[in-house]
Structure formats: C-alpha cells, structure tokens
C-alpha cells in the first residue's frame, strides 16, 4: 500500500482563505479587526523566525499584529505588566507570549495572568480545564490542526482507536482531549510505556509527537492506519549526497511508514503549516466571542 500524502500546506492554506473571508465579513458588518499581540522575550533564533511568519499569516488574514518584542533581561513583573496592559486593550482580542521565556520568569505566572478570552494559544489553566471538561475552550493550536488533518480524511473519528504518542501539554495531552471530543478510543503513550510498538500497531490514528527522529517505524503501523507526525527534528545526513548537510524529519521515519499507512502527513508541510492557521481561527473565534457576535463559520 502506498500512502495517501496529507498536504498539510494546501489544507491551511484552504484554512485560512476562509478565515480571510470572516475577517472581511467581521470588519465590513461590525467594525470589528481581529488583533492579535505576538510578545516575545530576548534573542532566539529560531522564536524570531516563527514570530515572524506569524506576523506575515496575520497580515494576509486582514487581521492587526501587534508586536512587543522585550529585552531577555525583562524581569517577570515587566512582562506581567505589558501582558495586563494587552488585556486592558479592547482592540487586542489574542495574546501570545512566545516560549521558552528567560530563566529569570516563570512561564506558569505569565501564562496564567493572561486573559482567558485572549489566550490564543490555549495555554490557560482555565481553558485546560474547560478542554478537559468538554466546555468551549481556546484550545492550543498544533492539536487543533492534527484533528482538522485527521478529519479531512475521515469524516468522523468516533470509534477509531487512536495511539498520541507523547504526553506534553503543548501537544500530546491536548491533542488527546480533542481526540476524546471526537469519541475516539484514545490511549496516550510516552517514554515509559510498555512495548510501544505493540501499542502503536493497534491504532486506526497514531499522533507521534516525540521530538525523537524518525522513531516511529514502518513495522509500528496498523496497514491502513491514518499517520500524524507533529515532529520537527532538525538531523544531519550521514550517506551520499545528504552527508554534513541538515535537513527538517519526524518523528516517523516516513519512507517506511508511507509504504504501510493509509494516509500520512509530511514532514516539512504536514502540521506545520497548520499550526499557525489555527492560530488566526483561535484569533478570529476570540474577537468573535469578545464582541459578543456568533462563533465564525468555519
Ligand atoms: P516534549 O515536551 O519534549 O514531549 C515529548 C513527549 O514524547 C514526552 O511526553 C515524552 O515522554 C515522549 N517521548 C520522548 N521519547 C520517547 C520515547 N522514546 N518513546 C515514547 N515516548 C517518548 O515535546 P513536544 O513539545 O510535545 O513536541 C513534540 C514534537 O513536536 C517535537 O519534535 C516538536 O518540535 C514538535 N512540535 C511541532 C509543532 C508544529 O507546529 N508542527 C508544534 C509543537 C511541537 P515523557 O513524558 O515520558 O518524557
């Protein structure tokens, strides 16, 4: 069996010319232009690269970038105020403080002092509760886009078994609560888990966020099973014309897996592109819901 390939660039891209269309719809019948407030703390590269893509997706969804970009020697109460003053800003409906932040701040602190209608990245305790209580929630971004890549190939998950591996609460423990909503069967492995190729092998879904290289093998997969790998592991060639030469994999190795799975996302251009796709939905649904106008169409 050869794989269906989940473009994960063409269904954002879907994604978020609809959210484009709300954003049209929202300014034009109410005034309203979503805003999201990108804070980021000291100089990291790689936090300075998705900061700016973010800010670009942001500008093409008629929607306002508010970037604040602090020193690394921001104490905890500088940024504790700047985010009270996002909260304050009636034309700020999203708030994304970019992590990791420096030693010196506790990210729990600064996390939780954010508004939880703002809390576009789904990080609030309040809105982890609310996901874990099956309530309306801002939910975090990558998740959401695994189970949108999900459902463009199975209409409904109900009953599916499906294996997360990895238990973060960036990634592998929301992506199973959202999986749960959806009345999947949802076991969520990790590092201790017990024959975790076994495991693996009886899921109709397998979620691999690791952050472990190509660790997922093909022999690992159900023939058939539906493949999302939120990996995104920067490795060196060894052999032929990739020696000395980095490139971005999984954490499925997914020559093999393609071979075995049903459908599979890629890596570069699976939930990459989605993550920040579900950011401008995340930013939308907040200024929808901070103004009091019905939940977006999408
Ligand atoms: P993380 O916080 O490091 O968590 C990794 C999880 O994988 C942990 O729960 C860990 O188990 C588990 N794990 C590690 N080694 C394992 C093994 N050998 N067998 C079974 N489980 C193992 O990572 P994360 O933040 O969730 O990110 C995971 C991956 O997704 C990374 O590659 C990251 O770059 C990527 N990512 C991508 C996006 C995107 O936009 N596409 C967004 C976020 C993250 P324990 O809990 O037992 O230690």
Not at 220 to 231: E, F, Q, R, S
Request: hydrophobic content about 50%; overall charge positive; proline content about 6%.
């Amino acid at each position: 069996m050869t794989a269906t390939i989940i473009d994960g660039k063409a269904i954002a891209a879907e994604l978020r010319g609809k959210i484009a269309v709300e954003g049209v719809r929202l300014k034009a019948a109410y005034a309203v232009v979503p805003g999201i407030a990108v804070v980021l703390v000291g100089e990291n590269a790689a936090s300075e690269v998705y900061v700016r893509s973010k800010t670009k997706a942001v500008a093409e969804a008629g929607m306002r970038a508010i970037d604040r970009k602090l020193p690394a020697t921001t104490t905890e109460a500088e940024l504790l105020a700047v985010v009270a003053e996002l909260n304050a800003d009636a034309t700020v409906h999203g708030i994304l403080v970019q992590l990791p932040l420096p030693p010196q701040i506790d990210s729990h602190r600064i996390i939780s002092a954010i508004d939880p209608a703002k809390d576009v990245d789904g990080f609030h305790p309040l809105n982890v509760g609310r996901l874990a209580s099956g309530l309306p929630a801002l939910v975090p971004c990558t998740p959401l886009g695994c189970v949108i890549l999900a459902k463009s190939v199975h209409a409904s998950l109900a009953g599916m078994e499906a294996v997360v591996i990895g238990r973060s609460n960036i990634v592998g423990k929301p992506v199973a609560q959202l999986l749960l909503a959806e009345n999947a069967t949802v076991t969520i492995a990790h590092s201790r888990t017990r024959d975790l190729p076994a495991v693996c092998r009886r899921a109709d879904l397998v979620i691999a966020a690791t952050g472990r290289a190509e660790m997922v093998r093909g022999g690992w997969i159900k023939p058939g099973a539906t493949v999302i790998d939120v990996g995104i592991n920067r490795v060196t060639g060894q052999e032929g014309q990739q020696a000395g030469k980095s490139k971005i994999v999984g954490d499925v190795a997914y020559a093999e897996a393609a071979a075995v799975a049903g459908a599979i996302t890629p890596v570069p251009g699976g939930v990459g592109p989605m993550t920040i796709a579900c950011l401008l939905l995340n930013t939308l649904r907040a200024a929808c819901a901070q103004n009091a106008l019905p939940a977006p169409n999408i």
